[in-house]
């Protein structure tokens, strides 16, 4: 199985501010395709997981464009520019290259 | 719009089994595959398996093989997932989950979620 490691377990930003989460697999998710098989989800209290970014850096529809995913092979990172706080939540990444697919532990985002 | 409406939640005593069912409506049922992810209390997601109503073939888990059934009904746009020979480690949220699936092909990420269902086993 890929195992896929987040970085930090909990991170707390100041509004406006910049929040990094970063994203390690245990093995290349890069395709023959120059794909990334690499998704990002966030997932708010009582709530289910919402799709953000997938293709690595694609953002999904709707999705606020202070929301950015980067990163090839095995390190990828998940940025958020301009921190506001309705984007307090629990952050994952899902890598989709082999099955089982498996996320990262989350990272979970609060406000300093 | 898609919408995704799970059972409800379930209480199970431990070695019982549990069937949650997953209501598809607002697209072509067939055309797009269905995962199931759950999640312990307090804990991370974890991908059981997946089904493709069209054909119903079914890709499990590992971990899961042998314990758990997906199943559909394309007569109501319902998927379902049995658990068997449930634990106490069972006890989660589970979610289903639709494959943003296109003419060249699945893609195993998730989009969107239903509002997910409660399993608690306890004795």
């Known amino acids: 199985d890929i195992v896929m490691t987040q970085s930090p377990d909990s991170l707390a930003v100041s509004l406006g501010e910049r929040a990094t989460i970063n994203c390690k697999s245990s093995?290349?998710?890069?395709?023959?395709?120059?794909?990334?098989?690499l998704a990002w989800y966030q997932q708010k209290p009582g709530q289910p997981p919402k799709l953000l970014i997938y293709?690595?850096?694609t953002r999904e529809s709707g999705v606020p464009d202070r929301f950015s995913g980067s990163g090839s092979r095995t390190d990828f990172t998940l940025t958020i520019s301009s921190l506001q706080a309705e984007d307090v939540a629990v952050y994952y990444c899902?890598?989709?290259?082999?099955?089982?697919?498996?996320f990262g532990q989350g990272t979970k985002l609060e406000i300093k | 719009q898609v919408q995704l409406v799970q059972s409800g939640a379930e209480v199970k005593k431990p070695g019982a089994s549990v069937k949650v069912s997953c209501k598809a409506s607002?697209?072509?049922?067939?055309?797009?595959?269905m995962h199931w992810v759950r999640q312990a209390p307090g804990q991370g997601l974890e991908w059981m398996g997946r089904?493709?109503?069209?054909?119903?073939?079914?890709y499990y888990a590992p971990k899961f093989q042998g314990r758990v059934t997906m199943t559909r009904d394309t007569s109501t746009s319902t998927v379902y997932m049995d658990l068997s020979s449930l634990r106490s480690e069972d006890t989660a949220v589970y979610y289903c989950?639709?494959?943003?699936?296109?003419?060249?092909?699945?893609?195993?990420?998730?989009?969107?979620w239903g509002q997910g269902t409660l399993v608690t086993v306890s004795s």
């Open positions: 607002g697209y072509s049922f067939t055309t797009y595959s």
């Open positions: 093995q290349s998710v890069l395709y023959i395709n120059n794909k990334n098989y």
């Open positions: 089904i493709n109503p069209s054909g119903g073939s079914t």
């Open positions: 293709w690595a850096s």
């Open positions: 899902q890598q989709y290259y082999s099955g089982p697919y498996t």
């Open positions: 989950a639709r494959d943003p699936c296109s003419d060249g092909g699945c893609y195993n990420w998730f989009d969107p």
